[in-house]
Structures are given as C-alpha cells and as structure tokens.
T-cell receptor, first 114, second 109 residues
C-alpha cells in the first residue's frame, strides 16, 4: 500500500462548472501523476509533478491545470468542465524499487460531466 | 496516436486454454511493464522487463521483451477465472509511463 488516497471518489457535475480533484500521499514521494482512463485508450497522462511547485504537461493536458503546494497533495483542476472530460481519473506516485521503477496508483475518481 | 499498440483489445476464452497478449511499438523504451487492473481499482504492477530478449515468469504468466526493446508479450498458460481482468502494458521513459490501450481478458469457467 503506497498510501495514496483520492477525493472525491465519485462526482457528477454540470458543463461549465469548475472541478478540483485531490490526490494525497503519505510517504513523501517526489513524483506524482494524474491520468485519465477511457475505453479504448488505456491510461493517458494529463500532468505530472516532480516536486513542490514543479509540474509539467502530459499528452492530454488541454483543459486541465494542476498545483502542488505541499509534497503530499497534488490537485487537478478542470476550470470549466466539458462532457469530453467525463472519465475515470487516477493519481499515481513513482518509486524506485528492487525491480527498478514502479508506479503505484490511487483508487480513482469517477467524474461525470452532464 | 497510440505509441503502444496492444492486441487483442478483448479476449474471451475457456478455463484451461492458453493465450498471448501482444504489445507493440515503433519506439524504444528503457523498460516495459505489465499491469493488471481490477474493476473499481487502480492498476497494479505485475512485472518489469528491462533487457532485450528478457523472459520473466510469474507462475502461469510468462512475459517477454523483444530483442529491440520495442515490443513485449504476455502468455498465460492454463488460464483460470481468477485471471480475468484488464491487462495493460506500459513503456517506461524518463520517469513517465506510456500505456497501451489495454486487453480486457475474460476467462469463462
């Protein structure tokens, strides 16, 4: 258990409203990631962070912003939600292990934009 | 554009049969990983392959990394209903992962 929690776990919102998803980790990992998962696409990287206040874009970053003011929290914000952002969102951390490199994922947030 | 192509995307077979899932790319990765995901949960790492030509076994699962480090395969022998799930391959590149589309595997009793 890598100590990753996501909140909320489920959310239904309307088009045009702002939405913030929270990822919290308890083990001081430097790298944190936000993915979205949609049928037929696997997981696609939205944004990632390599330290406090250090973030960068992933492959599907349009319409999303992130912030990391503390090591343990990584926030994903949809400034004005659209129906195309209906998805399951996963947060992850990365860790160097005896096997090399591994990402540990949170339980996911199911977001529905009506 | 999907950098990693997984096939098949869906596979439904009977208990006891063998199966192979493929993960192909035109790009080279430093290593390649296979994850398994259960409904309502995040993916969990099964294995990492690093060296071209490497073969790793995890009980009835055999993972192979292509010689050129661009492709990989997952072979399951004598599949069981407990193997049912979504299998994802992921290429590792500079502390980031690039995922394939996933293979949804169903093993029927």
């Amino acid at each position: 258990d890598a100590g990753i929690t996501q909140s909320p776990r489920h959310k239904v919102t309307e088009t045009g409203t702002p939405v913030t998803l929270r990822c919290h980790q308890t083990e001081n990992h430097r790298y944190m990631y936000w993915y979205r998962q949609d049928p037929g696409h696997g997981l696609r990287l939205i944004h990632y962070s390599y330290g406090v206040k250090d973030t960068d874009k992933g492959e599907v970053s349009d319409g999303y912003s992130v912030s990391r003011s503390k090591t343990e929290d990584f926030l994903l914000t949809l400034e004005s939600a659209t129906s195309s952002q209906t998805s399951v969102y996963f947060c992850a951390i990365s860790e160097s292990t005896s096997g090399g490199y591994e990402q540990f994922f949170g339980p996911g947030t199911r977001l529905t934009v009506l | 554009t999907q950098l990693l192509e997984q096939s098949p995307q869906f596979l439904s077979i009977q208990e006891g049969e063998n199966l192979t899932v493929y993960c192909n790319s035109s790009s080279v990765f430093s290593s390649l990983q296979w994850y398994r995901q259960e409904p309502g949960e995040g993916p969990v790492l099964l294995v990492t392959v690093v060296t071209g030509g490497e073969v790793k076994k995890l009980k009835r699962l055999t993972f192979q990394f292509g010689d050129a480090r661009k492709d990989s395969s997952l072979h399951i022998t004598a599949a069981q209903p407990g193997d049912t799930g979504l299998y994802l391959c992921a290429g590792v590149r500079a502390q980031k992962l690039v995922f394939g589309q996933g293979t949804r595997l169903t093993i029927n009793p």
